[in-house]
């Protein structure tokens, strides 16, 4: 996407900026000129591109808030907490986390606050990041106008260089898929360019309200829809079986017990299993589109692609069929 003129450049503050989401939403953003200030815990460590100016500390800092909005002219958060070892870590950071960023851009008076949540928080009653999530989306809805804020639900996103969705990629380049899921479920998707590219519009624009996001298919996908653009890469079928709860399940609670004696939390827990086998998470459109989203078809090739690259998949069946200008993830 060319840059935009100079004399749209603006001062974008964004939290989340080293996870995968945010390494896309700052590579869009830079194309199109804009001064990136980023909030992260270690600089050095951070990978940002050197153009980004980095902020140390998390949002439970509010110096680093403060320095982190100080002049800018919009704020794009994306930082959240994904596993967490309790209810009340979710809440600390995707909740009490957006409090603060929320109060620190009021303070700055910067005119335009960009809050990417979750399609999760529709269905806040399954798990505690969702609860967290939707904790997080109602700060902002009670300061909507005075914030001039926007609220954007993604469904699951994926792409190059993502790792959360890497073990279901992994399982449809195989001959027998094992999904953990209902077979009659259905459910959005959105590539992680797409969505920076929506996050850049927005960021620009005044649009208020809640909005879900995809990459703008109907009724979204069943499962027979991503094993058929599986085994047409693939050059071969792939059947899929999926998994009774109770097996995910006895999973989850032994990986709960393993994260509470080491301290780390992982992404295997009972929330989301709940999640994983909830039928619905199709997104309902909001009037935010592209007019040229990435189809499924195409990013999976994209995907695969990159992983067996990147030695995150092992070398296998499926050519590469994608343009020449989707080729380059950054």
Sequence with gaps: MPAAPEFM??????????????????????QRAHRLRALVRNPETAGLPAAVETVQGDLADAGALARLTAGADGVVHLAG???????????????????????????AGVSRFVHISSLAASQPQLSAYAASKRAGEEIVLA?????????????????????????LIRELTRPVAAIPGIASARFSL??????????????????????????????????????????????????????????PAAVAHV????????????MVNRGKIAELYHPDWVAHPGGLSLPDPTPFDTGFAETVTWYRKAGWLPRGRGAD?????????Q
Excluded at 18 to 24: S, Y
Excluded at 155 to 162: C, I, N, R, T, W
């Design 321 to 329: 069929r994608r343009t020449a200008s989707s080729r380059t993830f």
């Design 143 to 167: 300061r909507m106008a005075a914030l001039n804020a926007i609220i954007i639900r993604p469904p699951a996103v994926y792409g190059p260089g993502d790792k959360g969705t890497l073990p």
């Design 9 to 30: 450049s603006k001062t974008i503050a964004i939290t989340g900026a080293t996870g995968f989401a945010g390494r896309h939403a700052v590579t869009e953003l830079l």
């Design 255 to 266: 990986a709960e017990g393993l994260a509470r004696l080491t301290g780390k939390p992982g």
């Design 81 to 107: 907490a994904l596993a967490a070892l309790s209810r009340a870590d979710y809440f600390k950071v995707n909740e009490q986390g957006t409090r603060a960023l929320v109060h620190a851009v009021q303070e």
């Design 190 to 247: 959105i590539h992680g360019r797409d969505l920076a590219r929506l996050i850049a519009l927005v960021v620009e624009g005044g649009a208020q309200g809640l909005h879900e996001v995809s990459d703008g298919r109907q009724g979204g996908y069943g499962w027979a829809d991503l094993i058929r653009t599986a085994s047409a890469f693939r050059g071969g079928p792939v059947r899929a079986i999926f998994l009774p709860r109770a097996v």
